[in-house]
């Protein structure tokens, strides 16, 4: 069979959509390298998906069918076969249906898998629960307040080409980590020679990068866009011509601008004044700033308004009109694929409910209109990734719900799982990718034969809809007719042979920028941006959990090398914080608030302002003694759109 190389692309929840080229000898994966063609992978990879290749060989991979057999939650199955696995699911879907009607069905879709086919882009098996009836799921729980906020000044989400930071001068990388989160970008930040902004709570491994870190208390960056703007306004540094051109309600936002002095914003964002008005100026006299905005600074209550009022402020500077200016959070809003066509909810027998994915633990205990009875867990993993993770399990606990994991390794949530169904890998199948952080889209083609038993999900529900008896010609559509009705419009051929295709952004904004929004007032908002501050108020440290360098979410988790360079769980402490705790560096701690506690190792830093403290998202319950800062977070709505509100935790912190 001799040595060849098959295009592929990283399938992770990550702004970057990865080009790679994975080397087969034999009928086996050899080698995996980022594609030196694609202009934003430029050869590299990360410090995770370099160990990709041993996750696809692991001996912990989930490779057949398996049936609970004992208690939920104890992890412990028997092998069966698929035609098994395939008759149990039938019968007791076919029981729910009858019993409850079809909406007790939840297909609750995670983020492992960001492709159109086997992962979050398309839904994979919508059909199939359209054509049941069963409920939808909406991906609440990370991006879409910060999406629905710029919609609302914007009218699209997407912003700048990030391949146009090379051309700032002037960069805030706000609320953003990515030497951790996406490091494809800084390239770009780099070859641009800009002066650069660090806003972040937490100094990081990007804020050390910068020219400037300025820490704002959490959730509280509306109130410094403003003040920013309060400076650049009192300098009459505005762009008029691009104002009167290009944007509406500018009289009402300036009134706005005017309640935000520097005093007053110092006194809301803990920024001292003269930081305050120093970047003000700063960004007055810098043509073109561009913002790198991500979705960590909208997991708050005003997550939302955060970024409406972010995307305001090249509105008023007029730098939407320069190339190198603007805010780039997520080119999705660029791509325009037939999405519609790929999941057709025009199959559906009569208009369902939407479950929010933020909100299972609500939805498993609460909801009875009609209770969920039937639980798909299709690339997400709740038990680790979910706030409020008591009642995440305690609701995936209930005898009474039938919960399907399909998975590639025994997570949390497989513990819970009455069947569990092996998936393949990115390796193993057809897949197609959109970046969130550039414009491209990427091809996967499959390099390798799946390991034992694994299915792709999309074989998974085509063989579970012939099962039910469904004769819908739709439900049999091959990956390679699913691929062709998605990418109606575009070369897929030419997208198939170099492997990705850069695609043409839509204006931005998408027509007349509204400072003051018709938009946010239709959905029942606050016409006029404003700040909204923090909703968790009592007296403990803001707790932010943002992404780990070692994992992504709690994908790689049980990687034995990266948990190692991962190290403990730790909480890092302002020294005034943890000397009023009586906690030393190293010491062990138990971080808790009514919700729950998790156990963790004290780092004593100035890394952290006072009254904030930092730890990771990511690690597995199991390896923690069975809970994790998720059991702290609260399942609360954000401001727009349902969005998860991951950092506005408070928590208290004491030694052990
Ligand atoms: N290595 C790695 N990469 C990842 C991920 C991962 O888990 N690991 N996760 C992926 C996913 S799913 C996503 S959505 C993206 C997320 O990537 P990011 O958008 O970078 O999200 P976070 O890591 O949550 O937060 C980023 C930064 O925001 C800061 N922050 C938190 N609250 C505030 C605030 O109120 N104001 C300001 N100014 N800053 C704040 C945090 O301290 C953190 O440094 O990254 C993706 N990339
Ligand atoms: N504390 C805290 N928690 C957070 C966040 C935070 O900032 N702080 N961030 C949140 C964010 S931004 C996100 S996006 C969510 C993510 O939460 P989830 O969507 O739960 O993502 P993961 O935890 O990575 O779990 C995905 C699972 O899918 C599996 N998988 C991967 N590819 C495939 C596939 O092709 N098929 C199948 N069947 N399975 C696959 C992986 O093995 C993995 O176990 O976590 C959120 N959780
Ligand atoms: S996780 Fe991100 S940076 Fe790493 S390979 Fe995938 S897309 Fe690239
Ligand atoms: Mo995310």
């Given at each position: 069979?001799?040595?060849?190389?098959?295009?592929?692309?990283?399938?992770?929840?990550?702004?970057?959509?990865?080009?790679?080229?994975?080397?087969?000898?034999?009928?086996?994966?050899?080698?995996?390298?980022?594609?030196?063609?694609?202009?934003?992978?430029?050869?590299?990879?990360?410090?995770?998906?370099?160990?990709?290749?041993e996750?696809?060989?692991?001996?912990?991979?989930?490779?057949?069918?398996?049936?609970?057999?004992?208690?939920?939650?104890?992890?412990?199955?028997?092998?069966i076969?698929?035609?098994?696995?395939?008759?149990?699911?039938?019968?007791?879907?076919?029981?729910?249906?009858?019993?409850?009607?079809?909406e007790?069905?939840?297909?609750?879709?995670?983020?492992?898998?960001?492709?159109?086919?086997?992962?979050?882009?398309?839904?994979?098996?919508?059909r199939?629960?359209?054509?049941?009836?069963?409920?939808?799921?909406?991906?609440?729980?990370?991006?879409?307040?910060?999406?629905?906020?710029?919609?609302?000044?914007?009218?699209?989400?997407?912003?700048?080409?990030?391949?146009?930071?090379?051309?700032?001068?002037?960069?805030?990388?706000?609320?953003?980590?990515?030497?951790?989160?996406?490091?494809?970008?800084?390239?770009?930040?780099?070859?641009?020679?800009?002066?650069?902004?660090?806003?972040?709570?937490?100094?990081?491994?990007?804020?050390?990068?910068?020219?400037?870190?300025?820490?704002?208390l959490?959730?509280?960056d509306?109130?410094?866009?403003?003040?920013?703007?309060?400076?650049?306004?009192?300098?009459?540094?505005?762009?008029e011509?691009?104002?009167?051109e290009?944007?509406?309600?500018?009289?009402?936002?300036?009134?706005?601008?005017?309640?935000?002095t520097?005093?007053?914003?110092?006194?809301?964002?803990?920024?001292?004044?003269?930081?305050?008005?120093?970047?003000?100026?700063?960004?007055?006299?810098?043509?073109?700033?561009?913002i790198?905005?991500?979705?960590?600074?909208?997991?708050h209550?005003?997550?939302?308004?955060?970024?409406?009022?972010?995307?305001?402020?090249?509105?008023?500077?007029?730098?939407?009109?320069?190339?190198?200016?603007?805010?780039?959070?997520?080119?999705?809003?660029?791509?325009?694929?037939?999405?519609?066509?790929?999941?057709?909810?025009?199959?559906?027998?009569?208009?369902?409910?939407?479950?929010?994915?933020?909100?299972?633990g609500?939805?498993?205990?609460?909801?009875?209109?009609?209770?969920?009875?039937?639980?798909?867990?299709?690339?997400?993993?709740?038990?680790?990734?979910?706030?409020?993770q008591?009642?995440?399990?305690?609701?995936?606990?209930?005898?009474?719900?039938?919960?399907?994991?399909?998975?590639?390794?025994?997570?949390?949530?497989?513990?819970?799982?009455?069947?569990?169904?092996?998936?393949?890998?990115?390796?193993?199948h057809l897949?197609?990718?959109?970046?969130?952080?550039?414009?491209?889209?990427?091809?996967?083609?499959?390099?390798?034969?799946?390991?034992?038993?694994?299915?792709?999900?999309?074989?998974?529900?085509?063989?579970?809809?012939?099962?039910?008896g469904?004769?819908?010609?739709?439900?049999?559509?091959?990956?390679?007719?699913?691929?062709?009705?998605?990418?109606?419009?575009?070369?897929?051929?030419?997208?198939?042979?170099?492997?990705?295709?850069?695609?043409?952004?839509?204006?931005?904004?998408a027509?007349?920028?509204?400072?003051?929004?018709?938009?946010?007032?239709?959905?029942?908002?606050?016409?006029?941006?404003?700040?909204?501050?923090?909703?968790?108020?009592?007296?403990?440290?803001?707790?932010?959990?943002?992404?780990?360098?070692?994992f992504?979410n709690?994908?790689?988790?049980?990687?034995?090398?990266?948990?190692?360079?991962?190290?403990?769980?730790?909480?890092?402490?302002?020294?005034?914080?943890?000397?009023?705790?009586?906690?030393t560096?190293?010491?062990?701690?138990?971080?808790?608030?009514?919700?729950?506690?998790?156990?963790?190792?004290?780092?004593?830093?100035?890394?952290?302002?006072?009254?904030?403290?930092?730890?990771?998202?990511?690690?597995?319950?199991?390896?923690?003694?069975?809970?994790?800062?998720?059991?702290?977070?609260?399942?609360?709505?954000?401001?727009?759109g349902?969005?998860?509100?991951?950092?506005?935790?408070?928590?208290?912190?004491?030694?052990?």
């Amino acid at each position: 069979m001799g040595r060849v190389k098959v295009l592929g692309a990283c399938p992770l929840d990550c702004p970057d959509a990865c080009s790679w080229v994975v080397t087969v000898e034999d009928g086996k994966a050899t080698g995996l390298r980022g594609n030196k063609d694609h202009p934003v992978t430029r050869g590299a990879l990360c410090v995770k998906v370099n160990r990709y290749l041993e996750q696809v060989g692991s001996p912990d991979r989930l490779r057949y069918p398996l049936r609970r057999v004992g208690p939920k939650g104890s992890g412990r199955f028997e092998r069966i076969s698929w035609d098994e696995a395939l008759d149990e699911i039938a019968t007791r879907l076919t029981g729910i249906v009858a019993g409850f009607g079809a909406e007790a069905i939840w297909p609750f879709h995670g983020t492992g898998s960001l492709g159109y086919l086997q992962g979050l882009e398309g839904y994979p098996g919508r059909r199939m629960f359209n054509v049941l009836g069963a409920s939808h799921h909406a991906a609440t729980i990370c991006s879409v307040a910060g999406g629905t906020g710029l919609r609302y000044t914007l009218g699209t989400s997407g912003g700048m080409d990030p391949e146009d930071f090379a051309r700032s001068k002037l960069i805030l990388l706000w609320g953003t980590n990515p030497l951790t989160s996406g490091h494809h970008l800084w390239k770009f930040v780099q070859d641009s020679g800009a002066y650069l902004v660090s806003i972040d709570p937490v100094r990081t491994k990007t804020s050390e990068r910068c020219d400037e870190h300025i820490a704002p208390l959490p959730g509280t960056d509306a109130a410094l866009a403003l003040g920013l703007l309060h400076v650049i306004v009192s300098l009459g540094a505005q762009d008029e011509r691009f104002i009167a051109e290009h944007t509406e309600g500018w009289p009402e936002f300036r009134d706005r601008i005017t309640e935000f002095t520097p005093e007053r914003t110092a006194a809301i964002t803990g920024v001292p004044q003269e930081q305050i008005v120093a970047l003000g100026e700063r960004i007055a006299r810098t043509r073109p700033t561009a913002i790198r905005a991500s979705q960590g600074m909208q997991r708050h209550a005003g997550g939302g308004m955060a970024l409406r009022v972010l995307a305001c402020l090249p509105g008023v500077t007029g730098d939407w009109a320069i190339p190198g200016g603007g805010l780039h959070y997520s080119t999705s809003g660029h791509f325009r694929l037939d999405d519609a066509a790929l999941v057709r909810d025009d199959l559906l027998p009569h208009p369902v409910r939407t479950l929010s994915m933020t909100r299972l633990g609500e939805a498993l205990l609460e909801t009875d209109d009609p209770p969920v009875k039937a639980l798909f867990v299709i690339g997400a993993n709740p038990v680790g990734s979910n706030p409020d993770q008591r009642r995440a399990i305690e609701g995936l606990s209930r005898d009474d719900l039938f919960t399907v994991v399909l998975e590639h390794f025994a997570t949390d949530t497989v513990d819970y799982a009455d069947i569990v169904l092996p998936a393949t890998m990115q390796p193993e199948h057809l897949d197609v990718i959109a970046g969130y952080g550039h414009l491209y889209l990427v091809w996967n083609e499959p390099a390798v034969e799946p390991p034992g038993e694994c299915l792709s999900t999309t074989e998974t529900f085509r063989r579970l809809s012939h099962r039910l008896g469904l004769t819908e010609p739709a439900l049999y559509d091959s990956d390679e007719e699913l691929a062709r009705q998605l990418l109606k419009g575009h070369d897929l051929d030419r997208l198939r042979a170099d492997g990705f295709l850069k695609i043409q952004p839509g204006s931005v904004p998408a027509d007349k920028l509204q400072f003051v929004s018709t938009r946010a007032e239709l959905a029942g908002h606050d016409p006029l941006p404003d700040y909204t501050p923090p909703a968790d108020k009592g007296d403990g440290l803001v707790l932010i959990s943002a992404a780990s360098h070692y994992f992504l979410n709690t994908s790689f988790g049980s990687n034995p090398e990266l948990r190692r360079r991962a190290g403990d769980s730790t909480i890092t402490l302002h020294p005034d914080d943890a000397a009023a705790r009586d906690i030393t560096d190293g010491a062990a701690v138990l971080v808790s608030n009514a919700r729950g506690a998790f156990e963790a190792v004290a780092e004593v830093s100035d890394r952290v302002r006072p009254g904030v403290a930092a730890t990771t998202k990511g690690r597995w319950a199991k390896f923690t003694d069975g809970a994790t800062v998720n059991a702290t977070i609260a399942e609360r709505d954000s401001d727009y759109g349902g969005g998860a509100v991951f950092h506005d935790n408070r928590v208290e912190v004491r030694p052990r």
